[in-house]
Each structure stands twice: as C-alpha cells, then as structure tokens.
C-alpha cells in the first residue's frame, strides 16, 4: 500500500511530545513492512534551526485566506536512516516561527489559518503526481481539513475520491476550536456550519470534522477508545463519540526501541542490559551531576518528562513531593516546558530544595533519554492519558512508574504484587495526594530490597511493547477500509 501520513509534528523534524514521535515511529514500522509510506508537515523554523536539507518540488502554493492570498511551495526530503520519505509545506508567514502551535505559554492567534493553509496544501499534493497514495492518515485536529475537505468542496474529484481516509485521535482535549467568527477561514461554505458538521455549542470544532468526514477513526489505546465515550474523559465530544463508535478502533501506540533502548543509546554516558545493570548506576550519577544535585548511590531519585500541562498531573507531584522532600531522603529531576505557572511551581521548589531538587525548563532529547536511565523511579500520574509513550520507555530503561490507572497507562503498567512479586510498575486509582504518596510510598518500600527491586527492573525490560503488533493492526485496518469491509 502507499500510505501518506499527515501531521503537525514527525520526529526528528519537528516535536513538542509523543505525536512526533508516534507518525515517525508507526511510519517507519509500516515502510519495514513492505509499504511505500511518506509524511507532510510544516515546515517550522526548528527544521532549518536542526540543519535538515529539504529540496523545494515543482508545485507552487497559492491559496486566499482570510482575504489575503498566500504563496508558498512543498520541499521533499527523507527521514534520516529511513526509506520513509518526508513533504513540507513551506510559508514563512506562518511557520518561520519558534514554536509549533505557540510561544510564550500563549497559542498563536492565527492557527486556524496556519493550518487551514496547511491542509489545503496536503489537497494539492494529493492532487499532484508527486506520491499518489491510497491512504491518508490524518492526526488530531490540525489535519482535519483534509477528510472534511474531501468529503465537500473537493467531492466529484476523480484523482481525489479514490482516497480512503484515516483519522487519528492522539488527545481529544485538544479539539481545534474556534469562534464562530473565524469559520470563513476555512474556506468552506457556511452551509457546513451546522450542528451535524462543524458547529460545536455555536463555535468552529475541527476535530469534529475530522470524526465525521473519516472513513475510520482510530485512537491510541483501547481503553481510551472507551473512555471517550464518557463524561470524565470525553471532553465533551463524548456524545459524538459515541454515535461514530462503530468506525473507532484503539490501537496502543509502540515505542521505539531503535530510538528508546539503554543497550544502544548514545545519549547515555554508560550503557546497560536487563541482565547487566551496572550501567544504570553511572547513568544515576551523571544525571544527579547534570542537574547539580550531590552525587548519593543509596538516594532514590524520582524523574518525570513531561509537558507542563494540568492533565498531567504535576500539581500532584508538587503536592506529594512537597511533604517527601522534607524527610530529605530522595531527590527529584524533572524536564518539561507548558504552562509557566507550572514552570514556575517547580523553578520554586528547586530553590527550597536546592540539593533535592533538578529542573530544566526545556524539552531536550538528550536530557529525556538520560532521566529515563538515571532514575530509580519515574512519575506519572496523569490525570488522563490516552496513550502515554514516556511509561513505556521508563519500563525499558529499569525504571519502575508510578502511574495512574488511566488510559494507555492502565493497558500498558501492571502494578506490583507483593504477594506474587508479579508486576511492572505501582498503580493507583484516585487523583488525591494521599493516592499518589502511597504509590510512592510502596515503590520507595520496595526499593530498599534490592533483590526484589532488581526483579521487578528486569520484569519491565523484559516486556515488548515495539511497533511490530501495533502496524499489523493498522495494516490491516488500512486493508479492510480500501476493501470497504468495514
């Protein structure tokens, strides 16, 4: 099959979190598989910035947006190591810029144009003989023009109504929603804004669209499949969920052990397996020097990457580690950037705890790769969490999470069983301090046995969580759709 993917984000180009990790992963897995697969995005300033050559294709851009019109071209290149190959939509007015979708904890005010431009650009290249694909897989709301563009203006196109379309939910918080003011945007007739397409309680939902107007929609693990028929995780969209539930499907996300694996991960100062550790300790004392904190074998160290957002439940940690760090027997590293009130939470408490307490207010690939190798236990406890890919590295680099029962979380950590010394990591239900603490408190408790710790390392990195299953599910999802079997 030929499959074209589009995204905001596809690592290494361009990343804020795990979707770019998942389009370059996923992508990368199906072309293993024998398909011919490429990716669209944004050209961002943070492609030039990170030295990736791109060649410009013979296939100008022109399109009027919000009475302006705009120019721009589409570059090609190839992902690195990879026969995967890449498309960027270039326009300096839109995205020669620092960030993705903000900058200064503050959205850009003109992303519904931004990405309007963009997918009315992925339409040309489909409509192009530059890669002709079967399927187009779109991902969360700023793709979502293209199947709702497909199914309207651009119906009763021989070269585009052979397309089959999939979309998947990776968040659904985040709904591309916008005033009602802002719809002529698009470009679309006003005739869509309705309560059976684009209107959402008076307002422009993109996402929506993107639900309606696909042939299938995925999300990125079964329970979250279920969850977003909910009230509490629904967002609420979960009533339009619900309707569109016999074309849903969850399918887990993978990691990506050629990326994510301390036997060959050269960001690592020492290198380590399951079945020789030793490493891991080096990699606890770099990283408690990395971030200035006194260099102690016995000391456990908490970690946590993640994006500074209220769904991940960092006002939790704060909360717990609060009161932990007054017995001064652990220390804790975090790395992240979102909310500055959240940052700022954390930069606070590094200043109170200053031989306790690391933070870096960034995300930085290599500094992600060494917390999850440094660490004795890494923190998780997402308020939800659809799928979550930092848990799954964590299990592979013997760091045990504490993770809340949610999600991708609760498909993928078994918690710990004392009485069978089964388990992978230490679960709780409830989003209380008092929850959380005793998670924390069993995993510490745990620690101080070192033979039954080790185990529990070794369980974890034993469990396979790469690609392999997860293609062949969407493989043959993209089968069944082109068969029209479902």
């Known amino acids: 099959m030929r499959i074209l993917f589009v995204a905001a984000e596809a690592s290494p180009f361009a990343k804020t979190g795990g979707l770019g990790d998942v389009t370059a992963s996923l992508a990368k897995a199906l072309t293993l598989r024998g398909h011919e697969v490429a990716v669209v995005l944004p050209k961002y300033l943070m492609v030039d910035r990170a030295g990736h050559r791109t060649e410009p294709i013979d296939l100008p851009l022109l399109f009027r947006i919000d009475n302006e019109e705009r120019t721009g071209w589409i570059h090609r290149a190839q992902f690195p190591g990879s026969e995967v190959g890449a498309y960027f939509v270039v326009n300096d007015h839109y995205y020669n810029r620092n960030g993705i979708y903000h900058e200064n904890g503050k959205d850009y005010p003109d992303n519904l144009a931004r990405f309007t431009f963009f997918c009315r650009a992925v339409i040309q290249l489909l409509r ?49 929603f916008f005033p009602r003011d802002q719809f002529m945007v698009t470009g679309l007739p006003w005739g869509h804004f309705n309560p059976e397409e684009l209107e959402f309680y008076g307002d422009l939902n993109l996402l929506k669209g993107g639900i309606i107007y696909s042939d299938f929609i995925t999300t990125v693990s079964e329970r ?58 080096a990699c606890k004392a770099a990283l408690q020097a990395e971030f200035g904190l006194p260099v102690s074998a016995n000391t456990p160290l908490l970690g946590t990457v993640s994006r500074f957002d209220d769904h991940k439940g960092l006002d939790l940690i704060h909360e717990a580690l609060d009161l932990l760090l007054l017995d001064g027997e652990i220390q804790f590293v975090i790395l992240g950037e979102g909310k500055p ?41 997402s308020r939800y969490e659809p799928c979550g890919l930092a848990q799954l590295h964590a299990m592979k680099y013997g760091t045990p999470p504490v993770v809340r029962q949610a999600g991708g979380l609760a498909d993928t950590v078994r918690d710990y069983n004392d009485a069978q010394r089964d388990g992978h990591g230490f679960v709780f239900s409830q989003m209380e301090p008092k929850d959380f603490m005793q998670a924390i408190g069993r995993a510490l408790a745990l620690y101080r046995d070192k033979t039954a710790w080790t185990a529990l390392q070794r369980r974890a990195m034993a469990r396979d969580f790469s690609w392999t299953r997860s293609a062949e599910k969407y493989e043959n999802l993209y089968q069944r759709v082109l068969e029209g079997s479902i």
């Open 224 to 281: 979250y499949a279920a969850e977003m028929m909910t009230p509490e995780y629904g967002c609420g969209m979960e009533s339009i969920v619900h309707a569109n539930r016999h074309r849903i499907v969850g399918i887990l996300n993978g990691a990506d052990y050629d990326v994510w694996n301390p036997s060959t991960d050269a960001y690592l100062p020492e290198r380590y397996t399951s079945e020789d550790l030793s490493g891991k300790a």
């Open 341 to 381: 009130e959240l940052e700022r939470m954390f930069t606070e408490m590094r200043s109170r705890f200053p031989r306790q307490v690391g933070v870096f207010v960034a995300y930085d690939e290599e500094k992600a790769h060494r917390i999850q190798a440094g660490a004795d236990i890494f923190l998780m406890p």
């Open 128 to 176: 192009s003989d530059e890669f002709m694909p079967e399927i187009v897989h779109c991902h969360d709301w700023q793709t979502a023009l293209v199947p709702t563009y497909l199914k309207t203006v651009d119906r009763g196109d021989p070269e585009l109504d052979r397309l089959k379309t999939v979309f998947t939910i990776h968040n659904l918080a985040y709904q591309g």
